[in-house]
């Protein structure tokens, strides 16, 4: 069987070109005779040979021991591809799991990463008095994050949520960059004003990913981020493609209406954080709003107004206006049932239907 061939033989006890030492013991020790035998190798593509196939005494009708016959072989021929390409098959399954295995926990430890950047939310806890976090990654790590800071000396904070482009692994790696260049800008430099912070973040994502040759990639973020000034009780708030959504309760006549209970939509500038610049200069709108004390603010990705979901039996994306009215509907319960409330409803509509992309949402009680 060394020669890869088939070997067949009339009698095994009459040829010298193979040792069946063995075989003959078997013999001896049960009082059996092995006359002919043959024997085809499994192959696989790679023309290796995984095993054998071995029969041995063939008998004619009456029950007499004979030579195998070419009608044997062709049939033994035809039974050891199909069990070949079954080996092969088992043995190609078992080295895709064993990688997929070593893949998933590889992400998973990646994970474990991504989550340890995240800011922990005892340290949200003494500055914020009520909030919830939402963060849903489409596959185990992604590119949705939030960011926290509190700026020293001062119950004054910074907090913003950063959809960085794609999911998965590509998303995580952008967020580690973008986590690790804001900072850089608010830690180090100490810019706190949303609008300069901005203007800078998308500088240095275009320098360190050097997106300013043409043949670069021009990934980037959306992103929405506020300073929170407690004593003056104002709200600076600069975006990028991301909104600022302020409810509180008030007579103004605008945002979308319920009762007393208003919902403000203040939009971000129309253009990302990195990619593609046409503009000589990106410079962002920096927003100053007051608000009371009880008033909220949500910060979220496009990941759940881009979600899709099933209405009478239809699909559709949940779309920014339910998204509002959610927060409007849950306003005045604490942000803890607020968040139930709205993770019951996002899986009762979505139901079997996939997670599309990476979903964050930050809500915050001033």
Avoid at 325 to 339: N, P
Wanted: glycine content about 6%; some cysteine; overall charge negative.
């Amino acid at each position: 069987m060394h020669k890869g061939v088939i070997q067949k033989m009339d009698d095994i006890y009459s040829q010298q070109e193979f040792d069946y030492s063995g075989t003959k013991k078997y013999d001896q020790s049960n009082d059996y005779r092995t006359k002919s035998m043959i024997a085809v190798p499994l192959k696989d593509y790679h023309d290796e040979i995984l095993g054998i196939i071995q029969l041995i005494n063939a008998m004619n009708a009456k029950g007499e021991i004979v030579s195998f016959t070419q009608e044997h072989i062709a049939m033994l021929n035809s039974l050891a591809s199909q069990a070949a390409i079954a080996l092969t098959n088992k043995k190609l399954i078992l080295t895709i799991n064993e990688e997929k295995t070593k893949l998933t926990d590889s992400i998973q430890y990646a994970s474990l990463i991504q989550n340890s950047i995240l800011p922990r939310k005892e340290e949200l806890s003494q500055y914020i008095k009520d909030f919830f976090i939402i963060w849903k990654p489409r596959d185990i790590v992604g590119g949705d994050f939030y960011w926290f800071y509190p700026i020293q000396d001062t119950k004054n904070y910074i907090i913003s949520v950063i959809d960085c482009t794609g999911h998965g692994v590509p998303g995580a790696f952008m967020s580690m960059t973008a986590n690790s260049i804001l900072n850089n800008i608010v830690r180090e430099k100490q810019i706190y004003e949303p609008d300069e912070i901005l203007n800078l973040l998308h500088k240095e994502i275009r320098y360190t990913l050097r997106q300013q040759a043409k043949e670069s990639q021009q990934d980037g973020m959306d992103i929405s981020l506020c300073f929170i000034d407690v004593n003056r009780k104002e709200i600076h708030f600069s975006g990028a493609i991301q909104s600022l959504y302020f409810v509180r309760i008030s007579n103004i006549q605008q945002g979308i209406s319920n009762d007393e209970v208003i919902i403000e939509r203040i939009r971000g500038d129309r253009f990302s954080i990195g990619g593609r610049q046409k503009e000589e200069e990106r410079i962002f709108t920096n927003h100053k709003i007051q608000y009371n004390s009880g008033d909220s603010i949500y910060l979220l990705s496009d990941g759940l107004a881009d979600q899709k979901i099933k209405i009478d039996g239809k699909e559709t994306r949940l779309k920014t206006k339910r998204v509002e009215q959610m927060f409007l509907k849950y306003y005045k319960l604490r942000m803890k049932e607020q968040k139930e409330k709205i993770d019951n409803e996002l899986m009762e509509l979505q139901g079997e239907i996939e997670q599309r992309d990476d979903i964050m949402i930050l809500g915050v009680e001033l």
